[in-house]
């Protein structure tokens, strides 16, 4: 199958945090491509990648980047596919410079972002999901019963802890 989403981040030391947004993918058995494209050390390779997602048939470009974080900012300046940003808390600022980075996008370029690490990772892949999920009622199905299902994994941890 043809990759839907686009999982992408400045550096291989982000792979760790962008591989929870590919473990949610495959749980959905949404096919993805993943890659290390630089906005600054790669910006040819990086902007011919975001330019000819659309074509090759992508959804939705998930970029993740740490320190100066301009990753998700340049892929969305360069597309009109939804760009969901993850900041990479990879700098002595704890991923702080990164989320602002990501998120202070100027009017008419918009970045989702979300918060920083692997819960933002998580994140976006689920919100990819409920974008991709808007035009497949089969997909909607499978993210209703992991909505329920994190419902049930809430009153189960509460019921443990009122026994211990």
Not at 44 to 56: C, D, G, K, M, Q
Not at 69 to 84: K, N
Not at 114 to 133: D, H, K, R, W, Y
């Amino acid at each position: 199958m043809k990759p839907l989403v686009g999982i992408i981040m400045g550096s291989d030391s982000d792979l760790a945090v962008m591989q929870e947004a590919a473990k949610v993918l495959k749980q959905f058995e949404i096919p993805y491509e993943i890659g290390v494209y630089s906005a600054h050390r790669s910006p040819h390779r990086t902007l011919e990648y975001v330019r000819s997602a659309r074509e090759r048939g992508l959804k939705v470009i998930i970029a993740g980047a740490g320190s100066s974080a301009h990753l998700a900012g340049v892929t969305a300046a360069e597309t009109t596919l939804p760009v969901i940003g993850i900041p990479i808390d990879s700098s002595p600022l704890s991923g702080l410079d990164s989320l602002l980075s990501t998120v202070q996008m100027p009017p008419g370029v918009p970045v989702a972002t979300m918060g920083v690490g692997n819960s933002g990772a998580t994140n976006a892949a689920v919100f990819a999901v409920q974008i991709l999920a808007l035009g497949d009622e089969r997909l909607a199905g499978r993210l209703a019963e992991y909505k329920d299902q994190l419902e049930k994994s809430v009153a189960e941890k509460s019921k443990k802890i009122q026994e211990d």
